[in-house]
């Protein structure tokens, strides 16, 4: 069979898109692995006993690789958790065969991966189910499953280099505990940095985080970098006055330094207040090292989480501020022709008419409808349909006061409200838009639009349903009428 030269242009460039796929796959498995083996060496420098490090930042590192790629992270894994046992083997000078710490290596890598794969694809999975505005719910179920992610990696760990003999069995029960705080300080502080930092190349990251918005800038940058600086320096403050008391109540001041990090995380973009915690949390585990705590390390592996933990429900709070914006919104205008909406119209109608019975004034209201409007859909269509109701809107918009109130009922049928108007005026303002909308065409035809008016002043006895009510009526004498027409109802 020939091959036309049209599939075969398109098979040259599959392969070159695919080759481009391939490249770049390899690219971000390469910086994966590389950042991933330099977190690991810089967790070596902050051990306070062999295998207890303050906290281990490649923890945080797999978790995000697995949550945003699954298991294409996992070789990557594998590897680094291979290339990290030697590594040990040679920084403690353990001297172990090439066999032995290949069999240890896996058997790390295959007990940190699948503690941690299982934690992401669990959180995957709740993401999946959430909505929109789940983002403090998605939080906690993060929080949990880090947490236990990093308990499964330090029971199953200590077990591994117990049974191969990279530390004696005794031990494995004393160092659990430091290991699994370790990873899950690790774990909390880092995963979301580096989900910030994956965002810029997925997008989408942040919607299925519940509008988490990684890339919305706070202050500039100055703004930021000074509040880093108090926060910091605030920490080595008591860091120096814990080394220089050395009692363990002067270590727990540490805690309140939740103070400036939740001043950052509501101050902040998410992306910058990840950024300041992993800055908060590197620089305490240096003073850690440099100034001989290690007898309070677990005070301050502690304080890492809890800060991090509250901070990160910090950052629930702007999403949630902006998804009750959106919905009052929602809720309060008509989302086609952005008027208001009939609930809101009847709100403002009860205020405007308290007012005007309260003042003596009077009040109008006007109820209009399109005429056939039916007919426009089913001639020009849907879209130009809501067009036309649009065109309606701004129209009549235009021919009003400030103080007057425009509302959608529903359909193609419209509410107006007229403060400060009596029944001879409200009627003249009808036979002004009647002949506006006249004039307006549905875009894209020939067919111009007329509508239908009600109007009736508002009595001092009656309230707006019961306006509301009459002025129906007397639409509906309009339309019997012959369309095109005002009816107003004078008592
Ligand atoms: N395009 C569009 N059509 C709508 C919308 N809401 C309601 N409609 C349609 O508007 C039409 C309203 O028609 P009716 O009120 O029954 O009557 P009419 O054709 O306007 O006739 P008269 O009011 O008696 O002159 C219906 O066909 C509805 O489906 C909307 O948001 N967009």
Request: with cysteine.
């Amino acid at each position: 069979m020939r091959e036309s030269p049209a599939s075969g242009k398109f098979h040259l460039k599959s392969v070159t898109s695919h080759h481009l796929l391939d490249s770049r796959e390899m690219l971000r498995s390469l910086a994966l692995g590389g950042a991933w083996l330099l977190l690991w060496r810089l967790a070596v420098l902050m051990e306070y006993a062999p295998h207890a490090s303050i906290w281990f930042p490649p923890a945080g590192l797999s978790f995000a690789a697995f949550l945003i790629l699954g298991l294409r992270a996992l070789p990557v894994v594998m590897l680094c958790s291979l290339i990290a046992t030697f590594w040990v083997d040679d920084l403690y000078q353990m001297q172990q065969s090439w066999v032995q710490l290949a069999y240890t290596g896996v058997l790390f890598g295959a007990a940190h991966s699948f503690s941690y794969y299982c934690g992401a694809a669990l959180l995957k999975q709740l993401i999946r189910r959430s909505f929109s505005d789940a983002l403090p719910k998605i939080i906690l179920s993060f929080l949990i499953l880090g947490t236990l992610s990093s308990l499964l990696a330090a029971l199953t760990g200590t077990q591994v280099l117990a049974g191969s003999g990279l530390i004696e069995p005794q031990d494995a029960g004393a160092i659990w505990l430091p290991w699994w705080i370790g990873d899950m300080a690790g774990t909390i502080v880092l995963t979301p940095l580096f989900i910030g930092l994956l965002s810029w190349r997925y997008p989408l990251i942040e919607s299925w985080l519940g509008g988490l918005d990684f890339q919305r800038s706070g202050e500039g940058m100055y703004g930021f970098l000074s509040k880093l600086l108090i926060s910091t320096s605030l920490l080595t403050l008591t860091m120096l006055l814990a080394a220089k008391f050395r009692y363990s109540e002067v270590s727990f001041a540490v805690f309140f330094l939740i103070i400036p990090q939740m001043w950052i995380v509501y101050t902040e973009s998410a992306f910058r207040a990840a950024l300041s915690l992993a800055v908060f949390s590197i620089l305490m585990a240096i003073w850690v090292a440099a100034l001989s705590l290690m007898d309070f390390a677990l005070v301050y592996q502690f304080a890492i989480c809890v800060i991090s933990a509250s901070a990160y429900f910090g950052l629930a709070v702007p999403v949630l501020t902006a998804h009750n914006k959106q919905l009052r919104e929602l809720a309060l205008n008509d989302s086609l022709t952005k008027v208001a909406s009939r609930l809101y119209f009847f709100e403002q109608a009860k205020q405007e008419l308290a007012r005007a019975k309260r003042y003596g004034h009077p009040i109008s209201l006007l109820v209009f409808d399109i005429d056939h409007f039916k007919q426009i859909n089913d001639e020009f269509g849907h879209t130009a349909g809501d067009k036309a109701l649009i065109a309606v809107a701004d129209t009549i918009s235009k021919g009003l006061r400030q103080s007057d109130i425009l509302g959608r009922f529903g359909g193609d049928e419209f509410l107006l409200l007229l403060p400060g108007t009596a029944l001879d005026k409200a009627t003249e303002t009808a036979e002004r838009l009647r002949q506006a909308l006249q004039a307006v065409k549905v875009d894209g035809t020939r067919h111009f639009l007329s509508g239908s008016f009600g109007i009736v002043q508002i009595e001092p006895n009656e309230d707006c349903q019961e306006a509301f009510e009459r002025a129906d009526e007397c639409l509906l004498k309009a339309k019997k009428a012959g369309r095109n027409q005002i009816f107003s109802d004078q008592r």
